[in-house]
């Protein structure tokens, strides 16, 4: 039973790895890295590596997740015009 649950989790992996590869949209590409990054974590403590895990969940899915989401704030999501302020 617990290998076929760390089979699902490593072809989940893979699928989140392709689908951030794929994906038009940046703010997608961004909430599937993170879910890749929960489930890495998930294969870390399966594999008895809870120091491993602590730091996947923290800097994977945690500081580098909330970086990019603040980086997508700061550019703009493509394919949306900015409002341009112009002084009259």
């Not at 290998?3 to 490593?10: D, F, G, S």
Request: aromatic fraction near 8%; charge should be neutral.
């Amino acid at each position: 039973m617990m290998q076929v649950i760390e089979w699902l989790l490593l072809i989940f992996l893979i699928v989140c790895a392709v689908a951030v590869s794929v994906s038009k949209n940046l703010l997608n590409s961004v909430i599937i890295f993170m879910s890749y990054s929960l489930v890495m974590a998930v294969i870390w403590v399966l594999l008895q590596a809870p120091d491993m895990a602590i730091t996947e969940a923290a800097v994977g899915a945690g500081v580098t997740s909330v970086l990019f989401f603040l980086a997508l704030r700061r550019v703009g999501q493509p394919g949306h015009k900015r409002e341009e302020k112009t002084e009259a």
